[in-house]
């Protein structure tokens, strides 16, 4: 019997009264960017901020508690961009939406910040929850952000992998860790890439005792909608516990590949829509779980991380907070596969 445990991918939105407080604070500072050494009183913002997201997961029932990112400003680079060695510089369209971030422009040898560990660090002394520990995947990064010092891909791509590791190895202990890979659908690397970009993730798989997911999400722009079958079956080789799906973008082609190519012993469902304000209830939420299981052929899961399919910070607080309460639902609705 599969076990079901809900959670998400976090990079959640601030809340209302936080984005007027940091609007009000941060702008005092050149750019109102993170850079990792904010000032006392945007620290407490963002504290208070941390505690309310984690008593709302909480009280939700989630099973796994993320830290929600509130401090990233944008989607996924912000391990790197406050790094010593990294420029943050023009703005730069977040794949074929209307979110944007800073170019983060490596110039020298990376190092990590642990600016993630510590944010973890706060959340473990908020709830006695599990965590579940989020980082950009190395492939995705490596698409978003250029590169001024490696001077090739493949030595890029592995310097990003060491240096996410090296995050994660500074990590309190975490239940489960997800890297966010929409590129791998967004932009698939091509052969030889394909392999480098399954082994980098490897590399940071490698660095943490935790349940690794490599979460991928958003339909492929190559034009088939789903995960290139050759990326995936190179993913499959990654030390990996799970490789999340979108299935609320695309749930046929998903089910399709893991009828034909198999899968890891557990798997991350996204099956609530992070993109859309329509709240799911949390029994619609129950089926589209059973209907994944029921469908994935052949193919039997230990555990089956119910989640959001992408991260939430494109919802207003109110719909996000309905969403986390039905997603919190499932684990108290009846499962049948």
């Known amino acids: 019997m599969t076990q ?162 090296s995050e994660a190895e500074q990590f309190p202990e975490v239940e489960t860790l997800f890297l966010l890979e929409p590129s791998l659908l967004e932009s698939p690397p091509g052969d030889g890439a394909d392999e480098r970009a399954s082994e980098a993730i490897d590399t940071v798989a490698q660095a943490t005792e935790a349940d690794v997911v490599a979460h991928t999400y958003w339909e492929s722009h190559g034009g088939d909608g789903g995960i290139d079958e050759k990326v995936y079956a190179h993913l499959m080789d990654a030390d990996v516990d799970a490789v999340g799906f979108d299935f609320v973008a695309n749930h046929e082609d998903n089910a399709y590949v893991l009828s034909e190519y198999g899968a890891k012993d557990d798997i991350a469902l996204g099956i609530v829509d992070g993109q859309n304000t329509l709240v799911e209830e949390g ?34 607080s109110g719909r996000f907070e309905e969403k986390l309460a039905a997603l919190g639902a499932v684990e108290r609705t009846e499962v049948k596969a």
């Open 4 to 165: 079901v445990l809900s959670t998400t991918p976090g990079l959640y939105p601030l809340p209302d009264w936080a984005k007027d407080e940091l609007a009000n604070l941060k702008g005092r500072q050149k750019g109102g960017l993170v850079s990792g050494d904010e000032s006392a009183e945007i620290g407490d913002a963002y504290d208070r901020a941390r505690t309310e997201v984690v008593d709302l997961q909480t009280d939700a029932g989630l099973d796994l508690v993320v830290e929600g990112q509130l401090r990233w400003d944008d989607m996924l680079t912000h391990p790197l961009a406050v790094a010593d060695a990294v420029e943050t510089k023009g703005i730069v369209r977040y794949f074929d939406n209307n979110n944007f971030y800073r170019d983060p422009v490596v110039t020298g040898d990376l190092s990590a910040t642990g600016d993630v560990a510590t944010d973890l660090e706060a959340t473990v002394e908020l709830t006695d929850e599990s965590l579940n520990a989020v980082l950009p995947g190395p492939y995705t990064l490596s698409q978003l952000a250029t590169d001024e010092h490696y001077g090739d891909e493949a030595a890029f791509l592995s310097a990003l992998a060491e240096f996410l590791a």
């Open 283 to 316: 029994e619609e939420i129950a089926e589209r779980v059973e209907w994944t299981l029921d469908n994935a052929h052949g193919v039997d899961f230990e555990t089956a991380y119910a989640t959001i399919n992408t991260p939430t910070f494109y919802l207003p």
